[in-house]
Structures are given as structure tokens and as C-alpha cells.
């Protein structure tokens, strides 16, 4: 048996072509609304923009609470204030400090909810005050469970 046999091949982010343009205004809005971030336990403040079908931004912020469970993440409450406007989001932009030196991406969760609001061709953009780069929600969540509302 050859010795690569059974090693899965990776494919990573990095490795995939630039094929989608930051919207370097809706990365704007996100890191006006992270000023408005409420982080006092973590430090780490973050802001989110949703931008929708219909044209309209919705902003976002990271909110702590003394119950630390409590806390709801910027690019949930851009993502629900988008959803009872009557909104689907077409684009999400995430700003904040980086993560073991890479751009922050949206957590699991977040992801999970943009694919039940918005589906998997969702663009989400991440950025910091250096750069910022792109994405569709498909490559970020693959395999995320069928929503009620897709018949799956
Ligand atoms: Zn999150």
C-alpha cells in the first residue's frame, strides 16, 4: 500500500482563486459598527453589515453579558434584524481584529444561521484594517444541514 493512501487532500481557502470582489463599503459599514461593539469581558470587538436583495444595510455588534452564554455575536443580530425587516441577505461583511494572525472568519453558528436566512450563495467578506477578502457561504459551510424552507 502506498503511503499517501487514505490521506484526504485538503483544499483550504487559500488555495482557491480571488474570484469575488470585497465590497470594500459594506466592510466600511461593519467597521463603523464595530465602534458600537459591547466587549468588556473579551476586548475582542467586532462589527458585521448585511446587506439585502432589497438594498438596505443592517448593522451589527458584538454584545457581551456578565452570563457570558449570553453573549450574541455581531453577524447574528445584523443577519435577525435583516430577517424581521423582511429581508434576505445577499452579502455579509465581517471586521475585526485577526485570529492567530489570519482574518476573522464568521463561527459556526453564524455560519449555520446565514445558510437558513440567506442561503449558500450568501457572499460573506471579512476584513481588518489591513486587508480584507471574500468568500461564498457554499465554501465556508459545505455541508450544513438542509433548512426547513430548501425541502431537505
Ligand atoms: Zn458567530
Same mark, same amino acid.
Given at each position: 500500500? *502506498? +503511503? @499517501?493512501?487514505?490521506?484526504?487532500?485538503?483544499?483550504?481557502? @487559500? @488555495?482557491? /482563486? /480571488?474570484?469575488?470582489? &470585497? =465590497?470594500?463599503?459594506?466592510?466600511d !459599514?461593519?467597521? *463603523? =459598527?464595530?465602534?458600537? =461593539?459591547?466587549?468588556?469581558y473579551?476586548?475582542?470587538?467586532?462589527?458585521? !453589515?448585511?446587506?439585502?436583495?432589497?438594498?438596505?444595510?443592517?448593522p451589527? +455588534?458584538?454584545?457581551?453579558? &456578565?452570563?457570558?452564554? %449570553? =453573549?450574541?455575536?455581531?453577524?447574528?443580530?445584523?443577519l435577525?434584524?435583516?430577517?424581521?425587516a423582511?429581508?434576505?441577505p $445577499?452579502?455579509?461583511? %465581517?471586521?475585526?481584529?485577526? $485570529?492567530?494572525?489570519?482574518? $476573522?472568519?464568521?463561527?459556526? !453558528?453564524c455560519?449555520?444561521?446565514?445558510?437558513?436566512?440567506?442561503?449558500?450563495?450568501?457572499? &460573506? *467578506? &471579512?476584513?481588518?484594517? @489591513?486587508g !480584507?477578502?471574500s468568500?461564498?457561504?457554499?465554501?465556508?459551510?459545505?455541508?450544513? /444541514?438542509? $433548512?426547513? %424552507?430548501s425541502?431537505?
Amino acid at each position: 500500500m *502506498h +503511503a @499517501d493512501a487514505g490521506k484526504r487532500q485538503v483544499m483550504t481557502i @487559500d @488555495d482557491e /482563486p /480571488p474570484d469575488i470582489a &470585497v =465590497a470594500t463599503d459594506l466592510v466600511d !459599514a461593519a467597521s *463603523h =459598527a464595530r465602534g458600537f =461593539a459591547y466587549v468588556p469581558y473579551s476586548r475582542f470587538a467586532m462589527g458585521a !453589515a448585511v446587506r439585502t436583495a432589497g438594498g438596505r444595510t443592517f448593522p451589527g +455588534a458584538l454584545v457581551e453579558n &456578565v452570563s457570558l452564554g %449570553l =453573549a450574541m455575536c455581531a453577524e447574528r443580530i445584523a443577519l435577525f434584524s435583516a430577517a424581521v425587516a423582511g429581508e434576505r441577505p $445577499t452579502e455579509l461583511a %465581517l471586521v475585526s481584529r485577526r $485570529t492567530a494572525g489570519e482574518l $476573522t472568519w464568521p463561527c459556526g !453558528a453564524c455560519l449555520q444561521v446565514a445558510l437558513e436566512l440567506a442561503g449558500s450563495e450568501l457572499i &460573506v *467578506h &471579512v476584513g481588518d484594517l @489591513d486587508g !480584507a477578502r471574500s468568500s461564498r457561504l457554499s465554501e465556508l459551510l459545505p455541508f450544513g /444541514p438542509k $433548512t426547513v %424552507l430548501s425541502g431537505g
